[in-house]
């Protein structure tokens, strides 16, 4: 393998990170001034905040590094003199990909730098082969999003899917919370609309027209998202069927040309006929086993069933620390390839569920936020790249496939 090359912001008192940022296997380059950050930051990967001078703040120069198109993706390492979690956040936010605080130890760093230049490494191996597919209702596009395993984020992923979208095109897109009960989309963005789906299927005039929608029962979000808010927890209404889950979301793609739907968990006539209504499928799954046989047998069903659906976009939602399993082992394991890795990252998630504000809302240069970015770029056919031909890796190679 090419050697880690590290780009290092530092004064002299960097010296003793020096030891173990040059080690053999790594290359070092170590600028003092933030200017020239910019310049040498090309081509490396992995870029170490160390000594920042004032007046920039060491969060204004996470931002700084964002903000550079050819550095946006380079992961970043901060270090940081204060160990509030605030300031954790702050960095966070404003970019960085990992935070130590002082004083460092040799082992730890060498140990982070090693993970965050893994995780790049193994980003850049991902070449999703979307092809851009012409809508099924022209100027419209419906995206289901949807996971055969429950609680692998994909109210998470529908929520900042729909913020992305919405950044590009605000108040032209629905958000439908199609869960069966207790959908929580509402919560998630701080909603508390009076009407919701479950009151929505009791209005059949409602439904299909898009002024009593977009007037009625779609409640804005700052962020430039229409929502249909789920069915409460209480309600004792049964799963809706599916020709009326149908009828809801052409009701509100006739209102709204973008629909963002989170289908939740249970396979049912709902989820069906939502996934027959879509353009795009988006599948979400954790990198572990039982997550992952779930989308295969999903994915078998879904051949089984006819091949009416559009072609899954797969999306990897990083809810653990630690990484296991590669791109590569997910893809064999699923026999199809991954769009996207959405990272891991506590703070800002616990963060977002407490105040109701969406990682891509509150903290828009987070690298998850900008992994929600490109998805809804991959999605909407931005910079559609080419499929991608170079051999499978081979490691769990049938796994999960019959005999
Ligand atoms: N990449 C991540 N890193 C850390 N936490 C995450 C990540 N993705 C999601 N979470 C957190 O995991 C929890 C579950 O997420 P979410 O509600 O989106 O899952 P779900 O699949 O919709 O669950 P359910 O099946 O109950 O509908 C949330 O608290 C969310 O903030
Ligand atoms: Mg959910």
Same mark, same amino acid.
């Given at each position: 393998?090419?050697?880690?090359?590290?780009?290092?912001l530092?004064?002299?008192?960097?010296? +003793?990170?020096?030891?173990?940022?040059?080690?053999?296997?790594?290359?070092?380059?170590?600028?003092?001034?933030?200017?020239?950050?910019?310049?040498?930051? @090309?081509?490396?990967?992995?870029?170490?905040?160390?000594?920042?001078?004032?007046p920039?703040?060491?969060?204004?120069?996470c931002?700084e590094?964002?903000a550079?198109?050819?550095?946006?993706?380079? +992961?970043?390492?901060?270090?940081?003199?204060?160990?509030?979690?605030?300031e954790?956040?702050?960095?966070?936010?404003?970019?960085?990909?990992?935070?130590?605080?002082?004083?460092?130890?040799?082992?730890?760093?060498?140990?982070?730098?090693?993970?965050?230049?893994l995780?790049?490494?193994?980003?850049k191996?991902?070449?999703?082969?979307?092809?851009?597919?012409?809508?099924?209702?022209?100027?419209?596009?419906?995206?289901?999003?949807?996971?055969p395993?429950?609680?692998?984020g994909?109210?998470?992923?529908?929520?900042?899917?729909?913020l992305?979208?919405?950044a590009?095109?605000?108040?032209?897109?629905?958000?439908?919370?199609?869960?069966?009960?207790?959908?929580n989309?509402?919560?998630?963005l701080?909603?508390?609309?009076?009407?919701?789906?479950?009151?929505?299927?009791?209005?059949?005039?409602?439904?299909?027209?898009?002024?009593?929608?977009?007037?009625?029962?779609?409640?804005?979000?700052?962020?430039?998202?229409?929502?249909?808010?789920?069915?409460?927890?209480?309600?004792?209404?049964?799963?809706?069927?599916?020709?009326?889950?149908?009828?809801?979301?052409?009701?509100?793609?006739?209102?709204?040309?973008? @629909? @963002?739907?989170?289908?939740?968990?249970?396979?049912?006539?709902r989820?069906?006929?939502?996934?027959?209504?879509?353009?795009?499928? @988006?599948?979400?799954?954790? +990198?572990d086993?039982?997550?992952?046989?779930?989308?295969?047998?999903?994915?078998e069903?879904?051949?089984?069933?006819?091949?009416?659906t559009?072609?899954?976009?797969?999306?990897?939602?990083?809810?653990?620390?630690?990484?296991t399993?590669?791109?590569?082992d997910?893809?064999?394991?699923?026999?199809?390839?991954?769009?996207?890795?959405?990272?891991?990252?506590?703070?800002?998630?616990?963060?977002?569920?407490n105040?109701?504000t969406?990682?891509?809302?509150?903290?828009?240069?987070?690298?998850?936020?900008?992994?929600?970015?490109?998805?809804?770029?991959?999605?909407?056919g931005?910079d559609?790249?080419?499929?991608?031909?170079? +051999?499978?890796?081979?490691?769990l190679?049938g796994?999960?496939?019959r005999?």
């Amino acid at each position: 393998m090419a050697d880690t090359k590290i780009l290092l912001l530092g004064d002299a008192s960097s010296d +003793p990170l020096v030891k173990v940022l040059g080690r053999p296997g790594r290359s070092l380059t170590r600028v003092e001034d933030p200017e020239q950050l910019a310049k040498a930051g @090309v081509d490396h990967d992995v870029i170490v905040l160390d000594a920042v001078p004032p007046p920039r703040s060491l969060a204004d120069m996470c931002r700084e590094v964002r903000a550079v198109p050819a550095l946006s993706e380079v +992961p970043v390492l901060a270090i940081s003199s204060t160990d509030e979690v605030e300031e954790r956040i702050r960095l966070l936010e404003a970019g960085a990909d990992d935070v130590m605080i002082r004083p460092i130890d040799d082992r730890e760093l060498d140990a982070r730098v090693e993970a965050l230049d893994l995780r790049h490494r193994r980003a850049k191996e991902l070449h999703p082969s979307t092809l851009v597919s012409t809508t099924r209702r022209p100027g419209r596009r419906m995206v289901a999003v949807y996971s055969p395993k429950g609680g692998v984020g994909t109210t998470t992923v529908s929520v900042n899917l729909a913020l992305a979208i919405a950044a590009r095109t605000p108040d032209q897109i629905a958000l439908v919370d199609l869960t069966p009960m207790g959908g929580n989309v509402a919560t998630c963005l701080d909603l508390r609309p009076k009407l919701t789906i479950a009151d929505l299927i009791r209005d059949s005039q409602g439904m299909v027209s898009p002024e009593i929608l977009k007037t009625t029962y779609l409640a804005r979000h700052e962020g430039g998202v229409l929502v249909l808010a789920g069915s409460p927890a209480t309600t004792t209404h049964p799963l809706m069927p599916g020709d009326e889950a149908s009828r809801i979301v052409e009701g509100v793609i006739s209102a709204v040309p973008t @629909v @963002v739907v989170d289908l939740g968990s249970h396979l049912d006539d709902r989820v069906m006929a939502a996934l027959d209504a879509a353009d795009d499928i @988006v599948i979400v799954v954790t +990198p572990d086993f039982p997550a992952l046989k779930a989308v295969h047998s999903f994915f078998e069903y879904l051949g089984e069933a006819g091949g009416k659906t559009s072609e899954p976009t797969v999306v990897v939602n990083e809810m653990y620390a630690l990484q296991t399993l590669t791109p590569g082992d997910i893809e064999t394991a699923l026999g199809r390839r991954v769009a996207i890795r959405i990272p891991y990252d506590p703070l800002l998630y616990l963060r977002a569920a407490n105040q109701g504000t969406p990682v891509f809302a509150s903290a828009p240069t987070s690298q998850p936020a900008r992994r929600y970015d490109q998805l809804a770029g991959i999605l909407l056919g931005e910079d559609a790249p080419g499929s991608a031909t170079e +051999p499978r890796r081979r490691g769990l190679a049938g796994i999960f496939g019959r005999g």
